[in-house]
């Protein structure tokens, strides 16, 4: 193990606090304790943390999403279908992107039934990437590279980096360009990028502010930075406490809230644009279930009273800025 001092604002001191991590909750880590600090600048991180060399014996060698269950009924199948076709409808309406061409009464009635399901997405906090024409991005964390070949469908020039080899193979049997290891030594062009993307990656790197100066360096003036990262500040952390999911020590080294991403972002020289927050259901029930088992002593998963009332509980707090997941995006000055 080593300590570290707190990488916003170099302070050593802080509050401890206690996490317990247990196999039975998160299937990969062993019954351990591990400390997190709150640093008096308000910053929560790991520390003392795993060193570069023990982190590794807590990854398993897939650790990424397990790919979605293809549907199993003609109706889960029509959905998908519709949903599909929807999403698509909504980038070229609403963020862009090019398609076939039609006569402006078809655009303004698709327009018009699309917009309950684009005020949706606004309100939830999940915006879509607009379109840049054939703009270059690159995915940091890609994993297998789900993200990337739907992208690249959609008409980005796509890129990614990951850690592990086994998820960077699969990447590279299905065509994607992506190199292994970690961004700091994947020496990319300088303003080469539109966009660099970090989901759910950049808690697990030992050094964010360096990682974050090198996405700036390989970003074109004006490019952008997104960053999708477990939210400290949420509902969901304070209503479950120390089985949070995504405390998940020892893999998440830090804890950003919407202060600490705004300052992190300013110190790797990035203009902020906007942060919004979202809540998924399944991490919010996935929290509660571990909830269950270890405080209230009880087997039972979440009923679907609990599933109901967080769908809609989940789509507020997301709005109020208090969902679980924060989303960041910025800007390199040009
Ligand atoms: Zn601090």
Redesign the pocket.
Known sequence: METVA??????TG?TARVIPSTGACNADVKDETFTLIT?????TYLNPRPTREEIKAYYPSEYYPPAELSSRTKVDRLFKRLSKVMKKGIREEFYGYPGTSRSWVVRLLRRIALYPEYWHLQFAGRDILPFKGQGRLLDVGCGPGRLLQELRGQGWDVYGVDFSPVAVSRAQSVGLNVKEGDLLTAGFESNYFDVVNFSHSLEHVFDPVATLQEARRILKPGGRVLLFLPNAGSAEAALFGDWWVAWDPPRHLFHFDRRSSARLLELAGFQAVKTTTSTSKSSFLGSADCYFQYVAKSQRKHGSLLRHVAGVGCLVLGHLGYGGELKAMAEKPS
């Open positions: 707190c990488i916003l604002c170099g302070s802080g640093c008096p600048c308000g910053f």
